[in-house]
């Protein structure tokens, strides 16, 4: 039987992150992936300006240089034919004012190649944490199975549930999930990019399509929204094409693009959960990120709300771990620091969802063909402060962790 200090269950951000701010501490920390690369139709590309400061500060910023991304500056959304600027970036604190767009599975290997280099970490692949272990009803580790069919146990002092929306370890442990209902679900495709096209994220609304195309620079992400639970019934009665001539009816930049979808098999569908835990720890384990508190796409906040979950339990749980020394009080203190956060950004995106996504997967909310921008749009554009408060939430996030100084590089 194996055993580590800290046994960390999923190898996303917030797990990897985590991973390698402990082993900065000298602490032994096991991550397990499930899968052999990092490579998912759903990953997330956003890293946010508090997640680029987290970079610096672990010494990564030459690195993180290197890897191919675009820079999210301003947001412009397309009505009666025209870009209208909607908000930017550019007023936001700190030194970086953008959110950059980075392919995660090679943020993934960057933190993956930083942890190498740490005596203590270790990163283990293909292996994929199905159940946990007790010992005298405190979790103790987890049982394991690799993609080959092996099974085994791991022990560790302290258990970290960083297996995403879905976790096998909370379902385990019995943790009580508190869930609201979502109005939509998204369709995620790609659609390709010319030079041409204006840079940057565009929402596209209209009363046939609502969407949002993420710059990822000779390629469009499209996170196409549709009502909750109708999946089936649309890819049965109606042709994937019609997608593409919606968004072209809206943004004529993509006229030329309307054959870029040719089956159904290249549109993958995204439930879409908002949900809490409501204790996110028991004797032994604790959750953080989407384990905990699974966010709805809005805003893009989910990763960086996790980054921020992982420095604070490093930052908390770190001196506890290399003494050996966490108690169930500790882990207590992970979620009370991270709870505001986290159900100030929930109750901002369920306003979202109320007021603006329903009306518009309902087809209520079209400015697609508005001969000019909407009062409500001109109103938002002239209140600075009104006009600022969207890119800080979604580029500062509510109370940013400091860096542990054990961990910190630059």
């Known amino acids: 039987m194996e055993r580590t200090t800290c046994l960390i269950a999923g190898g996303g951000p917030a797990g990897m992150f985590l991973g390698l701010m402990l082993a900065r501490g000298g602490i032994e920390v096991m991550v397990l992936e499930k899968h052999g690369d990092f490579l998912r139709d759903f990953r997330g590309d956003t890293v946010h300006p508090t997640t680029l400061e987290l970079i610096d500060a672990l010494g990564l910023r030459e690195d993180f240089a290197k890897l191919p991304q675009r820079r999210l500056n301003d947001i412009q959304i397309p009505i009666g034919g025209r870009m209208v600027p ?55 580790g987890v049982r394991y199975r ?82 909750k639970g109708s999946d089936t019934d649309l890819r049965t ?13 809206v943004a004529p930049w993509l006229g030329d693009r309307t054959d870029a979808l040719r ?32 966010m709805s ?47 100030v950004v929930q109750s901002m995106q369920r306003l979202a969802h109320a007021g603006v996504i329903r009306p518009a997967v309902a087809g209520r909310l079209d400015v697609s063909n508005a001969t000019e921008t909407p009062t409500a749009l001109r109103v938002f554009r002239r209140i600075p402060v009104v006009r ?8 500062r996030g509510v109370l940013p962790e400091p860096v542990p100084a054990f961990a910190r590089r630059d």
């Open 86 to 140: 909607l908000a930017t970036f550019a007023h936001i604190p700190g030194r970086h004012k953008y959110v950059a767009m980075v392919p995660q599975w090679d943020l993934l290997d960057l933190l993956a190649r930083a942890g190498d280099v740490e005596p203590t970490f270790r990163l283990r692949m293909n292996t994929e944490a199905v159940d946990l272990a007790y010992e005298g009803g405190t979790v103790a």
């Open 237 to 249: 009665r109606q042709p994937v094409g019609v997608i593409m001539r919606d968004l072209g009816a």
């Open 263 to 294: 089956t159904w098999d290249e549109v993958k569908l995204l439930d879409v959960k908002l949900d809490r835990v409501d204790r996110w720890y028991t004797d032994g384990l604790l959750c953080i990120g989407d384990a905990a508190h699974a």
């Open 388 to 395: 600022s408060l969207p890119t800080f939430l979604v580029g």
């Open 297 to 343: 796409p809005v805003g893009g906040v989910g990763i960086n709300l996790a980054v921020q979950d992982a420095v604070a339990t490093a930052r908390i749980l770190g001196p506890k771990l290399l003494s050996h020394t966490v108690t169930t009080a500790d882990l207590a203190r992970v979620q009370r620091r991270r709870a505001l956060p986290t159900a």
């Open 146 to 227: 690799t993609k080959d069919g092996a099974t085994g146990e791991i022990r560790a002092d302290l258990t970290v549930a960083c297996d995403g929306r879905s976790s096998v370890l909370r379902a385990a442990a019995g943790l009580g999930v508190h869930n609201w209902p979502t109005p939509f679900d998204a369709w995620w495709f790609r659609i390709p990019r010319n030079g041409t096209d204006p840079a940057g994220l565009i929402p596209v609304v209209s009363a046939h399509r609502v969407a949002v195309l993420f710059d990822r620079g000779d390629y469009w992400q499209s996170a196409t929204l549709i009502a």
